[in-house]
């Protein structure tokens, strides 16, 4: 499932829930990093709701409560950490939110116990949790071999699974929204299998969404020349590296995109498909909409794939660009039916 689709569901079961409808907790799983935790956070943030996020594996065993003797009863009584959990009464929290517990399957047989009876009962050590958060559970996949552990049996019936699944157009229109810089969107347009290829555990370094985006995004502008290529090798793997290296100075070496919106109807179209795609990410990240039409035209003598491509994307970079005579008139055209039928 789609991360939109994914943000969907979890806004429409957290309306459900808030008007009494019982929601059992919902399980993402995935192969590492691919963004499972930001679809939910961004989801809470849709909903209005509120959100604590809790890393299963390394959640100290106080962080459940710690144990203090009662003289009185001879017992024991817990400290709970209120910090942590939106205990019932206690103002500091909203009503109603989503409490995150990342990486479950990396937690062990004890966490897991305790991770189970609070999703089941609502409390933790007797105390009860304000009935208006939600579950939602994230982890990766047995099968990627990334730290999972097999989940219990009895947690494993207490909630819905849903595989997680990061397209490209998907992971493309998040990277324009969210500042990743042109040359990595461009190198994906061009490279998608190289997004999230198998996740191998044998190898130092896997290629993930969020290694193309957290690393090797901001490293274009913080890093030495010289330690650049160690730097996205150490972000993404040596090949994926070697590749991208390659093609950012392709992307360093296109035409200024100003001097192509200025002749748009003459200047040259490229041949190669490696610099078709450097080229055209060059545009849609400095595209405006006085440039759209010379943008539109450029395009539009590319052969038809990438035209359809370039006008996917600039459209998913630039929605307000949809409200321009340029792209109202161009929607009347062949190409503009050959892009909104595929």
């Keep these: 499932m789609n991360p939109k689709l994914i943000q969907e569901l979890l806004i429409a079961r957290m309306a459900a829930h808030s008007k009494g409808t019982r929601m059992c907790p919902v399980v993402i799983q995935g192969p590492p990093g691919g963004g499972k935790t930001d679809c939910v956070e961004a989801a809470a943030h849709m909903a209005g709701v509120g959100y604590v996020h ?24 817990f400290y709970l950490p209120h910090s942590k959990f939106p205990f019932e009464g206690d103002d500091n929290w909203p009503e109603f939110g989503f409490i995150v517990i990342d990486e479950l399957a990396g937690m062990d047989n004890a966490q897991q116990k305790v991770t189970a009876n ?3 009962e609502g409390e933790l050590h007797g105390l009860k949790l304000k009935p208006g958060w939600m ?15 097999r989940i219990l049996s009895h947690l494993n019936d207490r909630y819905i699974t849903i595989d997680y699944e990061m397209k490209t157009d998907d992971w493309i229109e998040w990277a324009y929204a969210n500042g990743v810089e042109a040359t990595v969107i461009a190198f994906i347009m061009w490279r998608s299998d ?21 690393r090797v995004s901001p490293a274009l502008t913080t890093t030495p020349p010289a330690a650049l290529f160690e730097t996205i090798k150490g972000s993404v793997g040596e090949g994926p590296a070697v590749e991208f290296m390659a093609f950012n100075d392709t992307f360093m070496s296109v035409p200024d995109p100003d001097i192509v919106f200025a002749k748009p109807s003459t200047f040259h179209v490229p041949d190669e498909a490696h610099i078709l795609y450097a080229l055209i990410g060059a545009l849609i990240a400095r595209v405006k909409p006085d440039t759209f039409p010379a943008f539109i035209t450029y395009v539009s003598r590319m052969p ?10 600039v459209i998913t970079a630039h929605g307000q660009l949809t409200q ?9 055209t062949a190409g503009a039916k050959a892009l909104f039928s595929r």
């Design 118 to 120: 609070m999703m089941q």
């Design 135 to 149: 579950f939602i559970c994230t982890g990766n996949r047995q099968e990627d071999r990334a730290g999972a552990n």
């Design 324 to 332: 321009t005579k340029a792209f109202v008139d161009w929607a009347g």
């Design 194 to 214: 190289l997004l999230a290829p198998t996740f191998d555990p044998n190898i130092p370094k896997n290629a993930t969404p969020r290694g193309w985006a957290e």
């Design 304 to 313: 038809p794939e990438f035209m359809v491509m370039a006008m996917r994307n």
């Design 54 to 77: 809790i890393h299963g594996p390394t959640m100290p065993a106080e962080d459940f409560g710690v144990p203090m003797p009662n003289k009185d009863t001879g017992s024991l009584d």
